[in-house]
């Protein structure tokens, strides 16, 4: 369990990192990914039933950042990849063509890592991905960012993940993603 000190008037008290149990605290979990990514209500349906489906498959596990008033303000969540998943299928055949394809087996894949806005910049997205991925049995990560040099991506890459495959496209969405890949356990500062 990690702590950090109270930020200003928006935090009050310690944030605490801690394991999550996602499914009861999901709609917590997707207001704070609403604000983060700008998501609307329609979008945070969806997204509702797909962490549910998720958090059913082998090895699925969640942290979460908290306020001392018990606030999520933050959290990460992921699983060992599987090649079945849509995700998996979407950006096989981006990474197949850049000879990343392999990356796809023995990866924990972060499904979701998101920080309100309020509390980002502090170590809490760093704190969320490195708790996560300690506890990974896989000897390396994947993930998929928007393709922008965003400070997601600067975190990323500071954590030693690399560019796998780029302008990747999923269905849906309007911009396109980085597949972005890392040997465990990440690089720390």
Known sequence: MLRFPGQGHHNPDDVVIGLLDLAARVDEALAVQAVAFGLGADEVAVRHQIVLRHLTSPGAR????????????????G?????????????EPYLRGQGHEDWLDNSFVITELHVHPHFQNHGIGRSLITTITDGAAE?????SAIDTESPARGLYHSLGYEDLARQVLFPSAPRPYAVMGAPLPLRRR
Do not use: K
């Open 139 to 143: 000897p390396r990560s994947i993930l």
């Open 62 to 77: 969640a942290f979460g950042a908290t306020t001392g008033d018990g606030r999520l303000v933050g959290f990460v969540y």
């Open 79 to 91: 699983m060992p990849n599987d090649r079945t998943h849509w995700w998996s299928t979407v950006v």
